[in-house]
Nanobody, 126 residues
Framework: VQLQASGGGLVQAGGSLRLSCAAS????????MGWFRQAPGKEREFVAA????????NYADSVKGRFTISKDNAKNTVYLQMNSLKLEDTAVYYCAVDMTPWRPVVSTRAGDYDYWGQGTQVTVSS
């Protein structure tokens, strides 16, 4: 399984970015895709997650109403649309896949995700 994250960059506060995560090397329909982020000196934290088979996405409280996770099953790609970016959103963003089949509750724990992308830097400036 390989995950390739892209789309990070430098943006002013209030701006938008869209991250992409292309997945390959497996069949993902029974799994969950997540986005996490890690700021300097901080632990990796959950941002959002979505099931490949659909359903209501999950979001961290800090990004609800600003970020949207979506997927394109045909392209095996998950997106994270980030709007109204704040300084505190600055971090390296990672996509990951939880390969526990049909996990009943979406996990927000990084340890439950089995494969990770390489990370993409998002920097929000004032």
């Amino acid at each position: 399984v390989q995950l390739q994250a892209s789309g990070g960059g430098l943006v002013q506060a209030g701006g938008s970015l869209r991250l992409s995560c292309a997945a390959s090397g497996g069949t993902f329909r029974s799994y969950i895709m997540g986005w996490f982020r890690q700021a300097p000196g901080k632990e990796r934290e959950f941002v959002a997650a979505i099931r490949w088979m659909g359903g209501t996405p999950n979001y961290a409280d800090s990004v609800k109403g600003r970020f949207t996770i979506s997927k394109d099953n045909a392209k095996n790609t998950v997106y994270l649309q980030m709007n109204s970016l704040k300084l505190e959103d600055t971090a390296v963003y990672y996509c990951a896949v939880d390969m526990t089949p049909w996990r009943p509750v979406v996990s927000t724990r990084a340890g439950d995700y089995d494969y990770w992308g390489q990370g993409t830097q998002v920097t929000v400036s004032s």
